[in-house]
């Protein structure tokens, strides 16, 4: 973790203490893009990080100022801190008036995950979230394809490219790619302060605080106070439990296994295709794509009885016995697929499970819940990351737009923000597209269902693949902030009348 000082060097070896970018890095991205963001090569409209940062006067704001003369600040504890935990961290500590900790139970970051998809909604999120050089970064990072775009589909026995999933009316900067979780995870850790994460720490449970805000009580004995509770401890997250103590977790019939591994143990491959792609068949798949420079990385999600899940653990090491056991599945797929699996030194195996899905992402006017411990998707549309920094970005504006300057209030005691109007705001702005994504969960299995009804007859097969395969791009490209937008506005006029609003326009507009 670095300090917020964000001046982007031109030598960017060292920024904060971390590694960056080599010298002879260009402003290219990793894939051909051809977009030259920064370097010998000044940046053309509309290109490289955008323009404007809404709302915070059209720049990234760096350090805010903080809480001046007698007013506290407002305490955020973040339960969690991976993928969702750390992009709340970085964004919410650049808020004025805030004191902000992260808890997480682990004693470090750990190599935990693979194959992360960047999706559009995400890019989005991230090009007003990050710093300037954790974007640059992203992009030097983030695998788009070599002289291709987009992810090609493909039958699972013929490897021929079915369809391919792009945004069609997306610049190139902002068309999604692939990363390690650890090198995602990494580079939002850069955006927090020092001394905000606070390893070891395991909660055990909140409680309502009186008259508002939230005690947390930790494993350890020891409790500490919040106003506002960000709970993004994930799929098995306590917090979501004690809301929510019915909610059981299930295992969903699938089984993902896969592997990070180095460039040149896959590079000898003949005819490895040079993208990213999928392979799928009737509810399974396989991802074989480059992630960041040097990284090759193996997904699928394969059926598995749940008697066989029960006997995996979560991050459990397969060995030969997982590649074994992958040869024999595959067997029957696309050859190159067992070619990628036989130079695997090894296999991890994640039982895929999720729990139904909060309908409101709020409690007690001062909690609220990001990312998989609100919506656990369970690999759904590769899109839990997308989905928990739009769950962090709405948050963000829905705060932001209660702050209260201290020159702006009258007693120095008024606290910096109104919570529970945040909050609404928040659940409003998320709670209707996350309802309408989990519907649409269950809607695709109807087409999975009737493109597998095809069976044995190949060519009825792609005839069903190719009219039901829909991607979803009102998920992928969705933009929380016009929704925060649309919703803010609504909000604020909750509670004029009709009438009262007609007048007031017909005061500015005439007849």
Known sequence: MGSLGYQVEDDLDVVNGHKELPKDYKGLSNGINGIHIRGHVEPTPGRGR?????????????????????????KIAIIGGGLAGAAAAGTLS??????????????????????????????????R????????????????????????????????????????????????????????????????????????????RVEKNEPS???IVFEDGRVEEADLVVAA????????????????????????YRQNVPMELVQHIKGLPDDTSSWR???????????????????????????????????????KAGIDRLLEHFKDWDPIINEVVKALPNVEAYPLQSSPWMRDLIRDDAVAFVGDAAHPTAG??????????????ALCLSLWRTHQSSSTTSEASTAPYDVPYALRLYNETRRHFLARVEEQIK?????????????????????????????????????????WQEVEAMERHKDRSQKAIVEAANTIVGD
């Not at 992810?151 to 009316?169: D, M, Q």
């Open 50 to 74: 955008p323009n404007h940062f809404y709302p915070i006067t059209g720049v990234y704001p760096g350090v805010l100022p903080k809480t001046t003369g007698q007013r506290p600040p407002l």
């Open 94 to 127: 650049r808020l004025p008036d805030v004191d902000v900790k992260v808890y997480e139970r682990s004693d470090k970051v750990r190599e935990a995950g693979a194959l992360i998809g960047v999706m559009v909604s995400a890019m989005r999120s991230l090009s």
């Open 129 to 204: 979230m990050l710093s300037p050089a954790s974007w640059e970064r992203l992009q030097y990072l983030l695998y788009r394809g070599d002289d291709c775009e987009g992810i090609n589909h493909r039958h699972w026995r013929t490897g021929e490219i079915l369809t391919n999933a792009l945004s069609p009316h997306t610049p190139r900067h902002m068309q999604e790619g692939r990363i390690s979780r650890i090198a995602l995870h990494d580079l939002l850790v850069r955006d927090v302060p020092d001394d905000v994460i606070n390893y070891s720490s395991s909660v055990l």
């Open 213 to 215: 805000g939230m005690r």
């Open 233 to 256: 401890d994930g799929l098995y997250s306590k917090i979501r439990r004690k809301y929510l103590p019915d909610g059981t977790i299930a295992y969903r019939g699938r089984v993902s």
């Open 281 to 319: 068949r009737n509810g399974e798949v396989v991802f074989l794509s480059k992630l960041e420079p040097g990284v090759y990385s193996f997904v699928t999600m394969a059926s598995e009885s749940e008697e066989y899940a029960k006997t995996l653990e979560w991050r459990h090491s397969m060995g």
């Open 380 to 393: 759904a549309y590769g899109a839990g990351c997308s989905f928990a920094f739009s769950d962090v970005r």
């Open 443 to 483: 809607l695709d299995k109807l087409d999975t269902a009737y493109v597998a009804a095809a069976g044995s007859d190949e060519k009825e097969w792609i005839r069903r693949y190719r009219e039901r395969f829909t991607i979803n791009w009102w998920i992928l490209e969705h933009d929380v902030d016009a929704k």
